[in-house]
């Protein structure tokens, strides 16, 4: 299953992360990085770039989870916009070397098989970060999503439009298509972080970490992963029934096992 680490606040869980990811750079230059938009990766964003001044950042590769379909790329809250704002200026890479999904509606039809092919051609994403919907999506792989998925055009659900209508002047500019990363290719990557904070996360935490497996949630699709670390503040840790073994697993870890 995964490893759920515990941690007070979502600062903690961005330096927790960031450590590691300055690590897998600092290891391989050419690392690959699953990049999540949203609020929840920002304390990692953040921790990071103190911590990569100074490490050669400049042939770092990057794949973001998902797009919205039919915005414009230069819209502020695309998320080709969002992960140059939060993430390619402020840590320095090449914005060449970090795509997105394409969501233009032109040819929409084969943007996944080349986005898997961009991602195959890199040799595979080495650490994914993710974050979870409170309807326990990942990507934006709605409940129903195949656990055998590949990047592909899904159908945003209105509960995911109103979470994100904030991003937006009002709900009807929400799109309601997105293209995603699947959760077949989520389960690729080599390590998956998932990170969620505060208690309207918590449900679908318990439901990802400890709830059966599920295509009606989505994110409990990290159990099949070998390696999938789960970083959570108390509040998103408060519906765990193992949570004290979690903590008790996480104090006595051994060096060694890294993150
Ligand atoms: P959030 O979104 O980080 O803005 O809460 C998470 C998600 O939808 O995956």
């Not at 915005?71 to 320095?92: C, F, W």
């Not at 080495?126 to 409170?134: E, V």
Request: aromatic share 6%.
């Amino acid at each position: 299953m995964a490893e759920v680490v515990i941690v007070k606040d979502a600062a903690a869980a961005g330096a927790l992360v960031a450590e590691e990811i300055v690590r897998l750079v600092r290891a391989d230059p050419e690392v690959v990085l699953g990049l999540a938009t949203g609020s929840t990766p920002l304390p990692v964003y953040e921790a990071l770039r103190p911590r990569l001044d100074g490490v050669d950042v400049s042939r770092v590769r990057g794949f973001a989870l998902d797009e919205y379909v039919g915005i414009d790329p230069a819209h502020p809250e695309s998320y080709r916009s969002v992960i140059t704002r939060e993430v390619v200026e402020p840590l320095g890479l090449d914005p060449a070397r970090i795509r997105t999904p394409d969501g233009s509606p032109d040819g929409i039809e084969h943007h996944g098989d080349d986005y898997e092919a961009a991602i195959r051609a890199a040799g595979g994403i080495h650490l994914q970060i993710l974050g979870i919907g409170t309807d326990g999506h990942i990507g934006f792989n709605e409940p129903g999503s195949s656990f055998a998925s590949l990047t592909r055009v899904k159908t945003l659900t209105e509960r995911t439009r109103l979470d994100n209508a904030r991003f937006f002047d009002a709900i009807d500019d929400v799109p309601r298509h997105c293209i995603t990363q699947g959760l077949g290719t989520i389960l690729r990557a080599r390590h998956l972080v998932l990170l969620a904070f505060g208690e309207g996360k918590a449900d679908a935490v318990a439901g990802a970490v400890e709830g059966p497996l599920s295509a009606s949630l989505p994110g409990s699709a990290i159990q099949l992963h070998p390696h999938a670390t789960v970083v959570v503040d108390e509040a998103a840790a408060s519906r765990l029934e193992h949570a004290d073994y979690y903590r008790y697993t996480f104090e006595n870890k051994p060096e060694w096992q890294g993150l």
